[in-house]
């Protein structure tokens, strides 16, 4: 069965050979494959023409001044970039590149003679993959962001570092973006609609430019890297039960050299941008578990601003202020306000805080914990998967360590303990909340957190997990495929060694004791208040 094209618009380009093609497309049998339909999805830069089985992707001879494809050749080349590039993600979506013969007005894919144009074969897949339908049907699950979290973080980890001799990734470039996104808004939105938070990201920018020698120190460091560019839930599907990007920026390799942290914030904003919150914590401590990059949490809120600042850009160029009168503009515009709420929030939130989990093995602590995550907007760190990063082990690795020896040594105890305590001093010095996700038995191992001297300044707290230790021991037997590797052994060693809070350390930090049941509603509140206080 086939159908005529249907378009989101009509073609907007200047070639009129250009539209004249498009329109010749609607044929099923230009394909030389049978045909289902034919229907069609316009971008500004692009045409994708849906068949069925497959996809045909054709770029738009245009010119942005960031983007050109304006020749043949030129849409040659990046259509050649975009298999290359796309291929890393999803090789089994991006086929091949495919020669338009013919005419305009009578274009074949099959052929020979001259080559009038170039396009994209692609396995085509249901629109409801996309994890943007998925968002917008609120069918997102911790399972789900946990799988994003991996991918990305896989992505990254086998991605090319940038040469330090060319600009790509530098402070200059990033300070260059940021002025551009702020100049570009200012410009497309009138003094009478911009929000007060724009104003306010002006002054954070003045104010925040040390940050750009952590950009620099981040590009020698190795961070920068050939990464996606583009990276947001729209550009991501489910297939086949596996997260899969697709669809990178190929057009400008300096908006693709990024450090990974930027990618990663992008994610995190548009989870929050799109009513998930929560997700968003959850994802960024999934993504800085698995690739260990927790030293990236110094330019976390510069980026997550950026591309705040990014999509706002994006929505008020989309409306055109004089097509609209008051009313219908202040609506159509109300998207790229919300990025500027969002980004301003994120630049005069303060979240600096430090919680030290307590608890025998079993006693829920890293439930508890993850449940903080997500309802604080906090960053956890879990000793049992540090532990492991150290001695080069996965989180989920059962390294066979016997009780004290191994990895479970005293010295690899001491290590670990000091290493959170590394971590948690970059993530408070980066104005978050740090959540310490160990037993914390021994008063000295609470003291090294406890005595950290923190700038800036904040609230520490004690989250204490108690639970009876015949529930304890039931729990420990029962659980399966967690980083922690403790048995029983370990757990009646515990009982024999652990030492309660004392009185000095409740002069450090404030108390909230936890029982069987877990946190409750109104303890997370109790959190919450304390820490603001």
């Not at 073609?11 to 093609?21: I, N, Q």
């Not at 045409?47 to 040659?76: C, H, Q």
């Not at 408070?428 to 800036?456: C, G, H, M, N, Y």
Request: proline residues 3%; hydrophobic residues 40%.
């Amino acid at each position: 069965m086939t159908g005529h094209i249907t378009h989101d618009s009509l073609p907007r380009t200047d070639d009129p050979g250009a539209s004249a093609l498009i329109a010749a497309l609607d044929n099923p049998l230009v394909f030389g494959h049978p045909v289902k339909y034919i229907r069609l999805i316009e971008t500004h830069i692009s045409w994708v023409i849906l068949t069925g089985d497959y996809a045909y992707k054709i770029k738009k001879p245009v010119n942005f001044g960031f983007l050109d494809f304006s020749t043949l050749e030129k849409r040659y080349f990046y259509c050649q970039e975009e298999l290359r590039l796309n291929r890393r993600f999803a090789p089994e979506i991006y086929l091949d590149l495919i020669e338009i013969h013919g005419s305009e007005d009578a274009p074949k894919l099959q052929g020979s003679g001259e080559v009038i144009e170039y396009a994209i074969k692609m396995l085509e897949f249901p629109q409801q993959c996309l994890l943007s339908s998925h968002a917008a049907k609120d069918d997102l699950s911790p399972e789900l962001i946990d799988d994003i979290a991996a991918t990305v973080s896989a992505a990254h980890a086998n991605s090319d570092r940038a040469d330090q001799a060319d600009d790509f990734g530098t402070a200059t470039v990033a300070a260059q973006w940021s002025a551009e996104n702020m100049d570009q808004i200012r410009n497309a939105i009138p003094r009478e609609f911009m929000p007060d938070s724009y104003f306010q990201l002006e002054y954070w920018y003045q104010e925040n430019n040390a940050l750009l020698a952590n950009i620099d120190a981040r590009k020698r460091e190795g961070f920068v890297r050939e990464c996606h560019g583009d990276l947001h839930l729209g550009n991501m599907a489910l297939i086949g039960g596996r997260v899969t990007l697709f669809d990178c920026i190929e057009f400008n390799p300096e908006l693709r050299w990024i450090d990974t942290i930027s990618e990663a914030a992008f994610v995190a904003m548009d989870l929050n941008a799109r009513g998930f919150p929560g997700y968003c914590w959850r994802f960024l401590n999934r993504y800085l578990e698995s690739s260990a990059d927790y030293a990236g949490i110094k330019l976390l809120r510069y980026y997550f601003i950026y591309r705040a600042l990014v999509r706002a850009k994006v929505e008020a160029l989309r409306v055109d202020q004089e097509a609209c009168d008051t009313e219908t503009y202040r609506a159509h515009i109300k998207p790229a306000l919300d990025y500027i709420e969002l980004a301003g929030r994120w630049s005069s939130s303060h979240r600096a805080g430090l919680v030290i989990m307590h608890g025998l093995s079993g006693s829920g602590k890293s439930t508890i914990a993850a449940q903080l995550v997500e309802k604080l907007g906090a960053i956890q760190i879990r000793s049992d998967v540090i532990r492991k990063e150290l001695f080069d082990f996965k989180a989920d690795d059962q390294t066979g360590s016997a009780l004290a020896e191994g990895i479970y040594s005293d010295e690899a105890t001491a290590l670990t303990y000091r290493r959170m305590r590394e971590i948690a001093a970059t993530i408070i010095s980066a104005d978050f909340t740090v959540i310490a996700d160990a037993t914390f038995l021994l008063e000295s191992q609470r003291k090294t957190l406890l005595e950290l001297e923190t700038d800036p300044v904040c609230s520490k707290l004690i989250i204490d997990c108690e639970v009876p230790t015949a529930e304890l021991r039931k729990r420990i037997v029962e659980r399966e495929k967690d980083p922690s590797e403790a048995n029983l052994e370990v757990l009646e060693r515990q009982l024999r060694s652990q030492q309660p809070i004392s009185e000095a350390e409740k002069k450090l930090a404030r108390i909230v004791t936890i029982g069987r049941t877990g946190i409750s509603t109104d303890q997370v509140q109790q959190v919450r208040d304390l820490l603001a206080n």
